[in-house]
């Protein structure tokens, strides 16, 4: 009988690729949750911000789209080797300048490998859930979330103790380089290590047609409205909950600091358990889930009449939204199983895009109108997800050369 169990070297490139999500997941939150101290450290107005602010996510697109042709002759790992390290000392350069200019470059330099960061590891993940065989693409995203509290709560206590930024950054920065390095050696590789393994043999086998492959922009469209419109979800709840708890909710400051720290814990909990979910009923019916989940979040946030009713938004929120952006990926490469990684660099861009409209988009609204209808936006294209929702069934073999997808949609 046939071992159908993943190889060591295929568990051992899991396990370094979750320490990478993982690192990322820090970083990031390192840079985005010390804004202020950023501000006040280069004395950058409040009309100045939001344009470094949207720099960001512009120059990550940009990386985004260049991986996809990089990766035409270098290897995802060999990407995401070289640029975690970049993205880290970039974070340490942006909180260790004295002027404008230094931020500037810093947070170019940022943007631009967080791009190609950002693409590389979901071009692995991608990959090695092929080669596994089976759902795992949630559980790289949880080690993220992981990540992302753990850097929220060391911002938190530079902030306890008014640390300067290079004095709060240079120390993580100098323990997590080295060790996302150590991982990065077990990095497994569409392109070379899965070559070695039965379990990935499939993969192998297409390697001389992936670079011919072509990616069809009306199929991967669907899978892109609905990586945007999960980021603008996820960028509301970052941007607006505390200032939907104090002043629409009239809570105390303090208290409204917790939501957010609710949702990226039950985004946590959300992704530890989702694989689960979707090996035992499939993606379709995971990814319908999470949309309504996360539609009746906002609906209870618009509707809260307590600051503790919109905590439970909040919460319903991060049950939902957590499910959709790794599922969106994984469905990517399955349906171009031939052109994965173009694919995955493309998909990635509209990660940016729901990010610069989500929060612009929700302010401007509750400016003009008022905070709890604003909601109702952000709501209403999360519930489209639902429309798309066959588009994460999975295809049959030889599907993504171009072929008019097929109409009957297995549900799982």
Not at 16 to 41: H, N
Not at 130 to 154: E, P, Q, V
Not at 252 to 280: I, W
Request: proline share 5%.
């Amino acid at each position: 009988m046939t071992d159908s169990r993943p190889s060591r070297r295929l568990r051992q490139g899991r396990a370094s690729l979750a320490i990478s999500f993982f690192v990322q997941g820090a970083i990031f939150a390192l840079l985005v949750t010390r804004i202020p101290a950023l501000q006040d450290r280069y004395g950058i107005s409040d009309g100045l911000l939001p344009l470094f602010l949207a720099a960001v996510p512009i120059l990550a697109g940009v990386g985004s789209v260049g991986t996809e042709h990089l990766v035409k002759r270098i290897r995802p790992g060999l990407v995401l080797r070289v640029v975690q390290p970049i993205v880290s000392v970039a974070l340490l350069a942006a909180g260790s300048g004295t002027t404008v200019w230094q931020l500037a470059a810093a947070l170019a330099v940022f943007g631009l490998t967080v791009g190609a960061l950002d693409a590389s590891m979901n071009m692995l993940g991608v990959s090695l859930q092929r080669a596994y065989g089976r759902s795992i693409m949630l559980g790289f995203h949880g080690a993220y979330s992981l990540g992302g509290i753990a850097g929220a709560s060391l911002a938190w206590v530079g902030a306890h103790w008014d640390l300067p930024l290079p004095t709060l950054y240079a120390p993580l920065v100098a323990t997590l380089v080295p060790v996302a390095l150590i991982a990065s050696r077990w990095y497994v590789d569409r392109q070379a290590d899965c070559q070695a393994d039965h379990l990935a043999d499939h993969l192998a086998a297409h390697q001389a047609e992936d670079h011919g492959a072509a990616v069809s922009m009306r199929a991967l469209l669907p899978l892109c409205l609905v990586m945007a419109f999960a980021y603008i979800g996820d960028s509301t709840v970052s941007n607006w909950s505390a200032k939907y708890l104090e002043d629409v909710l009239h809570s105390s400051e303090q208290l409204a600091t917790v939501p957010y720290n609710v949702y990226m814990v039950t985004t946590l909990l959300g992704r530890s358990f989702g694989d689960f979910g979707v090996r035992r009923f499939g993606a379709v019916a995971v990814v319908r889930a999470g949309a309504l989940l996360a539609g009746a979040g906002f609906a209870v946030v618009a509707a809260a009449p307590s600051p503790w009713v919109g905590m439970g938004g909040f919460t319903l929120l991060g049950l939902g939204l957590c499910v959709l952006v790794p599922q969106t990926f994984a469905a990517a490469g399955r349906l171009f199983p031939r052109a994965s990684d173009a694919a995955v660099a493309r998909l990635n861009i509209f990660n940016y895009v729901g990010f610069l409209i989500g929060s612009p988009l929700v302010g401007a609204l509750g400016g003009a109108w008022n905070y709890r209808a604003a909601m109702l936006v952000p709501m209403a294209l999360v519930l489209v997800t639902i429309r798309y929702a066959r588009s994460f069934t999975p295809v049959p073999a030889g599907y993504g050369d171009g072929h008019e997808r097929p109409r009957t949609v297995d549900v799982g």
